[in-house]
């Protein structure tokens, strides 16, 4: 799903949209591009990349380059200096409350300390049966769970090695709690190849839900964010739907922290 086609949220104005997404790709190597290159990398059809250029172009953010291609100003610089750094949980507010109505269920907000993560925010589910947490409760390893596993999954793999080779020492909450670094290391890659991680009764056997990391402006793993519900409502079909929606998520939460790379959905 490109970055651009995704169901629009309350209030979006479609077009600008697009075309701010035009202006991002500039944050990216070669940083010259022409309008055919410009709607293969967002799968946006030429003559609406062509548009929103000449209409970057109009404001002053980019402009023709030595070899016909369009380059970015130092208008872009110039705003770029007036940004202010923000909170995780800052950042993800908007996104987490648009999650909720969207879903109805529970969603949490977590981010990374050392090989855990805390939960800092969330929202209550919207149904008469659902999920409850506890905002700062304790530190979560990162073995175990939909948003620990999501952050696991996109660590380094000298940090996956330290966090598995500690396995052993880590709680196991139910019968599904993985105990074998084999298990978890596939499971790891099976995270990695779709972009979200699935928690099915690892944590609660009566709990079901999915995770994808967040990131920080210089590309580290920050978080994560989850939505999930009883296991009863999640059936296959739901996950799926569920899985496609926090990565989107958790893509926009990091946009707001000032990441400028790809979801990591393949």
Do not use: W
Not at 50 to 75: A, I, N, S, Y
Not at 88 to 108: K, P, V
Not at 157 to 167: G, I, K, N, W, Y
């Amino acid at each position: 799903m490109s970055q651009v086609a995704r169901e629009a949220p309350r209030y979006l104005i479609q077009s600008a949209a697009t075309t701010l997404e035009v202006l991002l790709v500039f944050g990216h190597p070669p940083g010259h591009f022409s309008p055919s290159e410009i709607a293969a990398r967002l799968d946006i059809d030429r003559n609406q990349a062509f548009r929103c250029l000449r209409t970057l172009q109009h404001v002053g953010f980019v402009g023709l380059g030595d070899d016909e291609r369009f380059v970015l100003t130092p208008l872009a610089a110039h705003l770029a200096s007036s940004a202010r750094p923000t909170s995780l949980s800052s950042a993800a507010q908007a996104a987490l409350d648009d999650l909720s109505l969207c879903t109805g269920e529970t969603i949490n907000l977590f981010a990374k300390e050392g090989e855990a993560v805390i939960l800092i925010d969330h929202r209550d589910g919207l149904r008469p049966v659902r999920l409850v947490t506890e905002v700062g409760r304790m530190p979560f390893p990162l073995h175990a769970g939909a948003c620990p596993k999501a952050v696991l999954a996109f660590l380094s793999a000298t940090e996956q090695a330290a966090v598995l080779a500690r396995l052993p020492e880590y709680p196991r909450y139910t019968p599904d709690t993985a105990t074998d670094p084999d298990v978890l290391r596939n499971e790891l890659e099976q995270i990695r190849a779709r972009g979200y991680a699935i928690s099915g009764g690892d944590v609660d056997v009566d709990a079901c839900g999915v995770g994808a990391p967040i990131y920080g402006a210089a590309g580290q793993v920050a978080g994560a964010v989850s939505v999930g519900g009883p296991a009863s409502r999640m059936t296959s079909a739901r996950l799926d739907e569920l899985g496609q929606l926090i990565v989107a998520t958790a893509h926009l939460i990091s946009r707001q922290l000032g990441y400028n790379g790809s979801s990591p959905v393949p």
